[in-house]
DNA sequence: GTTAACGGTGCAACCGGTTGTACAATCGCA
DNA sequence: TGCGATTGTACAACCGGTTGCACCGTTAAC
């Protein structure tokens, strides 16, 4: 009771349907400018009359191309999605994508398992280009996509990388992030300052610490420095431990828009006001800011931009063209949390 | 200054290298009986002396396959992973697969555009086989998969869905897993309860209640059930806004085993005992269960094992196999919250 | 000594497209 | 009328593997 697995039509069916050659035919499917308007029309409406697509693998093995593009995941994806940063900057590269013929798939490649298959399939070319996510672990496979020569874009700063020449990378700078954000802070004359930020093992969380601290000195003090997840719950937590200590402070930066908000819950809920009695500065203006009460003054990070940025870098390599660096500048968002 | 791309070999440089044919070569790499053991180890010699690898191009027209299994997302990703559980879930996929010369992709299709992006590259055959990860949404691209005679997997319980006898589907039975868990509550006497779930626009959600529903009617009625996200600090937040109500209850179902860590980590503060005062149920058995104190009891989800069921129906539907439906059980899991 | 059986190998076709080149038909022009 | 230029099409090779089948040289059996 199967459904009759119906074999799909190739290019020769379509050639028959419309009395040309099979050459003929494909040229005319790929708008060559060498067949006559009316053969084209004539193979088009056979192609459609049959549902011809043209089949990935005789195509792939014709033009070199599979026109798929790996992103690589080399942490547990767990860990990469609870940042919510990355939906955005995946949608970044698929939204890129989706203007060309490529389709961006991901890849998994935590365990030493998947690592193994992943490196079977750059091997055997399965995938056109490769647009690692979080370049500071797997190091193994980046050594064998060098190898293999397989163009590939790096997002994520790497200090001293030796790959530098062979891979392209994108990255926005995070330390210049934590600039904006405390820079903000000491402008308003804030003093006693207390961070409230994602994972401590995450590289732009220290990236963006060493920002804040450029800035403001022994006002931040480490006992100040809160480490914890993304999520407005997380925030709210973190705020209420921070209150429960009794310290003095005036201003609290996040690591996130939403551990913002949960911290502007916390402080109203303890009777405090902000911005009056409190400044607070969220990251990466998610949609959630601007709806906070008050509104969340925030550090802008280009994270589509950066995805359409490493898809475009990847399409290019593709096509021959030199790895490049591309850093991506931070944007503070004045509103009224300040 | 770039790295020299070096062409990869070919399997006729191989044969060449090895002084045989290029059919004597691709049969002794893929160990065909009709070659000598002498021979193959020559061949075998001369594949490693080049550092061959079958391009998967070349190799996919032949055997009619790309060796690829698309793991199929239509909602947003940052959605599906602050599921946490879909971790778990992917990695049973993966480390199935991982035994097999298979691999598995991620692809997003949430917007149109990028499901019109997958219905080309469904049409053309770049995967052999879709595991739809959540088939609630995104239904068009199911006609597509149908028609084209995709081997397809659904994860997730599809009531009345027109598509039983030509796809596979993997669930586990929420309802069940929310039943041992009420049963549990009901069987230590507990009468007045408490639910902070997930997302209510989560299927798995509503599956769960039902099930706490029918065992504890109006023991729990609807003021006492509250919709979160799935982290501690969701759990966390959730608790402290049903002890500001100030209700009377002896008894909290969690909707996932952070929730449940959150909302202990409330109780203590509020100065209420688990499980002396409240008892607490989880959902998952996520590794946080047993760490908890006191220990959780939980429904335990055999994600991995969907997971691992979900990649081989799809190996075995590859192979020509029938569409099958698969169950999974759920299991309470006791330990000393309740 | 001839032949059948058999193990080992190579030739060539095939998977499904793309593309260089040859060729036929049409046209313009002298 | 004859020529080259131009246009539109088809033939055939190619991408890089796999595989049906024919063929070769042994050895064993008669």
Redesign the interface.
């Given at each position: 009771?199967?459904?009759?697995?119906?074999t799909?039509p190739t290019l020769a069916e379509v050639a028959a349907a419309a009395g040309v050659s099979r050459s003929t035919a494909s040229r005319a499917l790929n708008d060559s400018p060498r067949i006559s308007e009316e053969t084209k029309k004539r193979v088009r409406a056979a192609a459609k009359e049959v549902n011809f697509?043209?089949?990935?693998?005789?195509?792939?093995?014709a033009v070199?191309r599979?026109?798929?593009i790996?992103v690589l995941v080399t942490e547990?994806?767990?860990e990469?999605?609870?940042d919510?940063t990355?939906?955005?900057f995946?949608?970044g590269i698929?939204?890129e994508?989706?203007e060309s013929?490529y389709?961006?798939?991901?890849?998994?490649a935590s365990?030493t398992?998947?690592r193994?298959?992943?490196r079977?399939?750059f091997?055997?070319?399965?995938f056109d280009a490769v647009i690692d996510v979080s370049p500071y672990k797997g190091s193994e496979l980046l050594e064998v996509l060098?190898?293999?020569?397989v163009p590939t874009v790096l997002c994520g700063q790497l200090e001293g990388h030796p790959y530098r020449?062979?891979f392209s990378t994108v990255y926005s700078d995070d330390e210049e992030g934590g600039h904006f954000a405390a820079l903000a802070m000491k402008d308003r004359g804030r003093k006693d300052i207390v961070a409230v930020l994602g994972p401590q093992d995450n590289p732009a969380v220290a990236d963006r610490l060493r920002g804040y601290r450029a800035v403001l000195g022994e006002d931040l003090p480490d006992a100040n420095v809160i480490y914890?997840?993304w999520?407005?719950?997380?925030?709210?937590?973190a705020m209420h431990q921070i209150l429960a200590r009794e310290i003095a402070f005036d201003g609290v930066l996040c690591g996130s828009d939403r551990i913002a908000a949960?911290v502007i819950?916390a402080l109203n809920e303890a009777g405090l006001s902000v911005p009056a009695d409190v400044s607070v500065v969220g990251f990466d203006d998610h949609e959630i800011a601007a709806r906070c009460v008050p509104a969340l003054t925030t550090v802008r990070q280009p994270l589509r931009e950066e995805g359409h940025m490493a898809a475009n870098i990847a399409l290019d390599m593709i096509k021959g063209a030199?790895?490049t660096t591309s850093v991506m500048h931070m944007q503070l968002i004045q509103r009224d949390s300040l």
């Open positions: 009771m199967t459904q009759p697995v119906r799909a697509v043209p089949n990935a693998r005789g195509r792939a093995l070199g599979t026109e798929i790996a547990p994806l767990s990469l999605f609870s919510p990355y939906s955005e995946l949608s698929t939204e994508l989706s013929s389709l961006p798939v991901i890849l998994q365990s398992h998947e193994n298959r992943a079977e399939h091997e055997r070319r399965s060098r190898e293999l020569g020449d062979v914890t997840g999520n407005s719950g997380d925030g709210y937590q949960g819950t030199e790895p």
